[in-house]
């Protein structure tokens, strides 16, 4: 009969939470550069915006475009665990200045699917996450963060109103 000591006990309860631990860190850690991922995919896209922009105002030179951010060593990449929809490239590029339709601008394909749900919606009231929901969009905080950073920006353009805290409803046209 093998006798088990008060230490050894020790010593496997504290293995056995070291590795519970271990494998929630890691979790997190994925969860947290899927996110980071996402903040600067569309910190790129307001980047790009905000330079194409500064290039039509009148007086813009070279001399007027202050610099852009430096680029900070980008962490490990994620492992290729698991392929999702999360760990997507940016949801739309940055708003283009020429185009055809809608005065001038294009819209990414975020920001079409959310309009193309708000005209099927109607005059309903929607949560944000409702319609990350819808749009299949809601499998993490980075996808629901960029579906509320959408709507905020067409709150903003006039095509989408903000009737509640979160609560959002299609313009009347």
């Not at 319609?131 to 809601?138: C, E, F, I, M, N």
């Amino acid at each position: 009969m093998v006798s088990v000591t008060p230490t050894a006990r020790t010593i496997e309860s504290t293995a056995e939470s070291l590795q519970e631990d271990l494998t929630r860190l890691e979790i997190q850690k994925q969860a947290l550069e899927r996110e980071l991922a996402a903040v600067t995919a569309h910190l790129g896209s307001v980047q790009r915006a905000l330079d194409a922009l500064q290039a039509l105002m009148p007086g813009a030179g070279p001399a007027a475009t202050p610099p852009g951010p430096v680029d900070a060593p980008s962490p490990a990449k994620p492992k290729p665990a698991r392929a999702s929809a999360s760990a997507a490239p940016a949801d739309e590029p940055p708003a283009r200045a020429g185009g055809s339709d809608d005065a001038g601008k294009t819209y990414g394909k975020l920001t079409e699917q959310i309009l193309a749900y708000f005209a099927k919606a109607g005059d309903a009231e929607i949560r944000a996450r409702d319609v990350a929901s819808a749009l299949g969009r809601d499998t993490d905080s980075g996808n629901i963060n960029a579906v509320r950073s959408t709507l905020d920006r067409l709150v903003g353009a006039s095509r989408v109103q903000r009737v509640g805290r979160g609560l959002y409803r299609a313009v009347k046209p």
